[in-house]
């Protein structure tokens, strides 16, 4: 049976996500996922959210896909600890570094590779496999034909089916923090690297801007060029990756509404035990009626915070330290 | 010229611009355009010209190494390992690799190719420069977003050989999807020229290069008056990225570095007024240090403010290069050059 993997940014999160059929939900431990701290958790949250999950038989992974820097791996190990003790059930990561470092102190933990790792060939993921990783998250821009070749190796596949699929390969882009990046550290040392998705999490979507395109520094060719960002909703894809066998289907959505979030998990609770039940005859149609609802209240949300995010970039870095 | 005791080298996409352009400023030429496939005449698929081409180099006296694809999908792999068959065959002097399968490749199926690892690769912690180390990697480009000093102990902790951008404009990502293919009809020109144009996206005062799939800093990286620290450091393999520029970059901007980097290794550095002059004939938005100081990418700090240079007619001073001297080489250092020469 494909899992269910839903985002979980806060407690009322997690018990929307458990009560409207998550099979797994992943949070964040705050400092350390790609997502700005608001939409992260503290360690009490997260012991909290690992009770009500477990309760209910779903399971938890800890988020912690951003790099740090090599002087905060020792007390990620340390953090990882309480991670692990708390009951989580694997973890997300993107650098190999501390896959490896992972693996070497907790070999029984699950380790999935993130979409920050941008997996993109079969030769990744033997590397990725060698290193200690069980699950890979697919790219967003991989076709059906590419992910069935990972049939073939003894993984876990994950598939994002309702996300946002960016301009550039998702972990190799540095424009964010390329205009505006603010470093600051919390009570233990963590720095938090505002402005970059991949080393902080918080990303300020510059690629989204009303770009206008020149010819050296004379020649204006375009305005308003569009730097593709779409939101990513693989619906027609779902019947046939559950024929193909891969292990989860994946939610992105940690920084929606409550509501919303539930409400996408139910959706996608239905979806999959309607075809489960009877592949030959489902039906898509009234799907895509019901998607497009959801669709409407996730894009009002996600153009709002996009707007903010561009003021936010535009702000004076309020402190800087090296 | 002392050509044993640093390395600088850069990226020519394809046999055009490496006959067009004067190698002698360079030690190594990382030959490939690791962007697109549909990059003109790109060395990576015209595997007759990658022949020719490595040869030329050595011909100069530069090393020779394969840049490979920084995104590549299942179905690019079969080109890559036959771009490497005739690299090897060729005894190219390294392979440049930004994807992790690709290093997986090198391992198992070229084990005597050495294998360096660019700045795509995602290496932000010493631990995984060290896992790559161990998959047989003599070399990294850490990824860009690094501080000077998160490098400088990558490079300590692991004893790789560290290479870092000293000039030319910073990769900033990689897309599978050419933006520029949308305007071929407005613009009345077609793929593979629309990516040689010289274009910039511009908001404001923001700005960063196209080169379609491709996307760099508006600003071009300047790291001049900071040779000094560098090298007493212990970095001695500097890039300048000159992936989108013409031979005249190549060429100018080279001379500079290789000018004053052999001042610095004489202790005799003073940052010259005719060394600003060459860099702002080819700078079109502005200077920047990237992330080296530990702040936005597009940020310059130096003796003078210079990002407008380029716009304006704001010229970084010489003061620092006055002031600054060549500290004593540290053993690591010292175990670099051992290796170089």
Redesign the interface.
């Given at each position: 049976m494909v899992e269910l993997l839903v985002p979980a940014g806060n407690i009322q999160m997690v018990q929307a996500a458990v009560e409207n059929g998550a099979n797994s939900l992943y949070v964040g431990p705050r400092g350390w996922s790609r997502r700005r701290d608001a939409y992260e958790m503290s360690d009490e949250a997260l012991r909290e959210s690992v009770r009500i999950a477990h309760a209910r038989g779903v399971k938890v992974r800890a988020a912690v896909n951003t790099h740090p820097t090599s002087s905060e791996l020792a007390p990620l190990l340390r953090q990882m600890e309480v991670w692990v003790g708390d009951g989580i059930d694997g973890v997300i990561l993107s650098d190999v570094g501390v896959m490896a470092a992972v693996h070497q102190a907790f070999p029984a933990l699950s380790i999935h590779a993130s979409i920050g790792a941008n997996i993109l060939n079969d030769e990744d993921i033997l590397f990725y496999r060698e290193i200690g990783v069980s699950q890979v998250v697919a790219d967003t821009k991989l076709s059906l034909k590419e992910l069935r070749s990972r049939r073939e190796i003894e993984v876990g596949v994950e598939v994002l089916i309702h996300a946002n699929k960016c301009y550039t390969y998702l972990g190799k882009c540095w424009m964010s923090p390329y205009h505006r990046l603010e470093r600051g550290h919390d009570e233990t040392g963590k720095d938090f690297f505002k402005g970059s998705p991949n080393r902080g999490g918080l990303d300020y979507r510059v690629c989204l801007e009303a770009w206008s395109l020149w010819r050296g520094n004379q020649d204006r060719w375009a305005d308003r060029v569009s730097l593709k960002n779409d939101a990513f909703f693989l619906l027609d894809d779902i019947p046939p990756l559950i024929d193909m066998g891969v292990h989860t289907l994946k939610m992105q959505g940690r920084e929606y509404a409550v509501d919303l979030v539930g409400r996408m998990v139910k959706f996608y609770r239905d979806l999959i035990d309607a075809y489960t039940a009877d592949p030959r005859g489902f039906d898509l149609d009234p799907w895509k009626t019901r998607l497009a609802q959801i669709q409407a209240q996730r894009d009002l949300e996600r153009a709002k915070g996009t707007l903010d995010l561009f003021n936010e970039a535009r702000q004076p870095v309020r402190t800087c330290c090296t | 010229m002392n050509r044993e005791l640093f390395e600088l080298n850069t990226t020519i996409s394809n046999m055009k611009d490496l006959m067009a352009s004067d190698l002698d400023p360079y030690d190594a030429i990382y030959l490939g355009n690791p962007f697109c496939r549909d990059y003109e005449a790109n060395f990576l698929e015209e595997l007759d010209d990658l022949r020719v081409g490595i040869r030329h180099c050595r011909e100069a006296g530069c090393k020779v190494y394969l840049s490979t694809y920084?995104?590549?999908?299942?179905?690019?792999?079969p080109q890559i390992r036959r771009a490497i068959g005739v690299a090897a065959e060729e005894g190219v002097d390294a392979v440049e690799a930004h994807?992790?399968?690709?290093?997986?490749?090198l391992r198992t199926e070229f084990p005597a190719v050495p294998i360096h690892i660019g700045g795509?690769a995602?290496?932000?912690?010493?631990?995984?420069?060290?896992?790559?180390g161990d998959?047989g990697s003599v070399r990294v480009t850490p990824?860009?977003?690094l501080?000077l000093?998160?490098i400088e102990?990558?490079a300590k902790?692991t004893g790789l050989h560290v290479e870092i951008l000293v000039h030319g404009k910073?990769p900033?990502?990689?897309?599978?999807?050419c933006?520029l293919l949308e305007?071929e009809k407005?613009?009345g020109m077609k793929c593979p020229d629309l990516c040689q144009?010289?274009?910039?996206?511009?908001?404001g005062e923001?700005a960063?290069k196209?080169v379609g799939k491709g996307?760099l800093?508006g600003r071009d990286v300047c790291m001049l008056e900071h040779l000094p620290h560098l090298v007493a450091a212990g970095f001695r393999f500097f890039r300048v990225e000159s992936i989108s520029e013409d031979p005249a970059y190549r060429r100018d901007v080279a001379a500079v570095y290789r000018e004053a980097l052999e001042e610095v290794l004489n202790g005799a550095f003073q940052l010259r007024e005719g060394w600003w002059e060459k860099i702002q004939t080819h700078t079109?938005?502005g200077l920047c240090n990237g992330?080296y100081?530990?702040?936005?990418?597009?940020l310059y700090i130096g003796n003078q403010q210079s990002a407008g240079f380029g716009?304006t007619s704001a010229r970084p001073s010489t003061e620092l290069g006055r002031m600054s001297s060549v500290e004593p080489l540290s053993r690591a250092v010292n175990n670099q050059l051992r290796v170089i020469s």
């Open positions: - | 920084a995104a590549p999908r299942n179905y690019f792999m994807n992790l399968g690709v290093v997986r490749m795509f995602n290496v932000y912690t010493d631990t995984g420069a060290a896992v790559l998959y990824n860009y977003e501080s000093e998160e102990g990558m902790s910073m900033l990502g990689i897309s599978d999807y933006f305007y407005d613009w144009q010289d274009l910039f996206l511009r908001q923001w960063m196209s996307v800093s079109k938005v992330f100081f530990g702040q936005s990418g597009q716009e």
